[in-house]
C-alpha cells in the first residue's frame, strides 16, 4: 500500500514534478529509427507529457523538438520537411534539427529576430534501430548505456513500441511479478515453440517452470544497477528453477529468462501521467531472432500510431470459451494479456487500496527506490548513476540446480553487479 501522496510522487511525471526531474536525468528510448525517413513525414511521439515531434532532414539528421512552432503555436508535425529543415505551413518559419531557425521569410530584413529564435529541442542518439534522447540540463547528460543487446549482431534483436494506456508504474509492477505469469500467462496444453521461443499466442507452456506454479520463495538484493528480484521455482523431482528479474534504475527491465531461451528487454516510459511507451526488445544470444514468431506471440495489432487494434474498447478480444479449453484469460498474445491486467485496472491505479502479499515483494523494493530516490533528488543529491560496465553484461539467466540447495548457494550474484563491490541485503 501506499500513502496517496506517495502514489502521486510515484506516477507523476511531467515537467517539475519529482519524478519527471528525476527521469529525465537518464536516457529514453523515443521512437524506432525506421518511423522518419529523410524529408519524409515528421513523426508524432510524446514523452513524459511533453508533445514532441521528431524528423529527419535531407542528409539524415534526426531532430527531436517541441511540436508548437514558436512563432504563433501552429503544429509542426504539418509542416513541410526538406532542404534540410522543417518549416512551419502556416508563415514559413524553418528550422534545422538543432532547433535553430534558418528562415523567417516575413522578416529578412532583420536577421537578429531570427537568429534570437531557438525552438526546445533534445539531443538524440541513434542505437540498434532505435532513437534515444536525453531531456534533462546539457550539462548534467549521463553517459549512455550500454546494454547487453546493444553488443549483439543485428539481426539477433528486434524492438517494437506500443501505446499503453496507463501509468508507467503499473506497467512496470507487472513486469517485476512473478507471480502472474503462472495464471495470466498459462496456456492450458502443451505448447510447441521454436527453439529459444518462451510462449505462442496462447501462452506458456504449463510446464515451464515460470507457469508451472507460483514460485516457492522470492527474494530481492541491491545491486550496482538497481535491484536483482531472485525466485524459486518447483523444476524436476530433484531440481528447482532459479530465476532472476533485473530492475534497472528507473525504468528499463530484464524479465526472468532461462540460459539457452531469447532474452527479453523492457523500458517503460511515461507518454504522459495516464499512458505509457512500452518498450520490447527481444534478442538471440547466438542465432538471428524469429522476427515473426515472437511477433505472433506477443499478438499486438497497431496503427500508425503505436495505438493498440486490440485494446480495452472490444475487451481485448476476449473468447471465454478459449477461456476454458485454451488459456487463463480467454485472450490471444501475450503482450495484450499484460495489457489487459493493468489497463483494467484505471489510468492510474489507487495504490491506497491495495493489499499486497509476500509475492509482491519485488514491486515493493522498486517503488521504494523509486521514491527514495525521488526525495533525495528533491532535496539536491545526485540521481543514481548507471554503470557501462555493469550494463555490457547485466540480462536474466536462470537455471536448474539442486533443491537442496539456497538459491544463494545456488545462484549468487555475480561480483561485477553487487552494488559499492560488496553485496548488500536490502
Ligand atoms: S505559426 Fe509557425 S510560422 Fe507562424
Ligand atoms: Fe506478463
Known sequence: MLTKQDNHLLTRTGPGTPMGELFRRYWIPALKSDEIQPDGKPQRVKLLGEELIAFRDTEGKVGLMEE????????????????????????????????????????????????????????????????????????????????????????????????????????????????????????????????????????????????????????????????????????????????????????????????????????????????????????????????????????????????KQISLENEYAQDRELQKTGNFTGIRGIANQDHAATETMGAIVDRSKEHLGTSDLPIIHMRRLLLQQAKAFQEGQKPMALENESLKNLYSAGLYDSNEKSWQEAFPMQDQFKKGGQEVKS
Not at 116 to 133: A, F, H, L, S
Not at 160 to 170: F, G, K, P, S, T
Not at 171 to 199: C, P, R, W
Not at 272 to 296: E, G, K, L, M
Request: charged share 25%; glycine share 8%; net charge negative.
Open 68 to 307: 508548437a512552432c514558436p512563432h504563433r503555436g501552429t503544429s509542426l508535425y504539418y509542416g513541410i520537411n526538406d532542404g534540410c529543415g522543417l518549416r512551419c505551413m502556416y508563415h514559413g518559419w524553418k528550422f534545422d534539427t538543432n532547433g535553430d531557425c534558418t528562415e523567417i521569410p516575413s522578416e529578412e530584413g532583420d536577421p537578429k529576430f531570427r537568429q534570437k529564435i531557438k525552438i526546445k529541442n533534445y539531443p538524440v542518439k541513434e542505437v540498434k534501430g532505435m532513437i534515444w534522447t536525453y531531456m534533462g540540463p546539457e550539462e548534467e547528460q549521463p553517459e549512455f548505456p550500454e546494454f547487453y543487446w546493444m553488443g549483439l549482431p543485428d539481426e539477433n534483436m528486434m524492438s517494437e513500441r506500443v501505446w499503453q494506456e496507463c501509468n508507467y508504474a503499473q506497467v512496470m509492477e507487472n513486469d517485476l511479478d512473478y507471480v502472474h505469469a503462472a495464471f495470466l500467462h498459462k496456456a492450458h496444453g502443451t505448447q510447441v515453440t521454436g527453439e529459444g521461443i518462451l510462449s505462442t499466442d496462447l501462452g506458456i507452456d504449463p510446464n515451464h517452470p515460470l507457469v508451472k506454479n507460483p514460485p516457492v520463495k522470492q527474494d530481492v538484493e541491491d545491486a550496482n544497477y538497481g535491484k536483482r528480484c531472485v525466485a524459486v521455482g518447483i523444476g524436476t523431482e530433484t531440481d528447482n528453477a532459479f530465476m532472476e528479474i533485473h530492475y534497472i534504475f528507473p525504468f528499463y527491465t530484464y524479465p526472468p529468462r532461462f540460459e539457452g531461451e531469447d532474452g527479453m528487454w523492457h523500458a517503460f516510459i511515461p507518454r504522459d501521467d495516464y499512458s505509457t511507451w512500452s518498450w520490447d526488445v527481444q534478442f538471440s544470444h547466438n542465432r538471428p531472432i524469429d522476427v515473426q514468431a515472437n511477433h505472433d506471440r506477443r499478438g499486438l495489432k497497431l496503427d500508425e500510431h503505436f495505438k
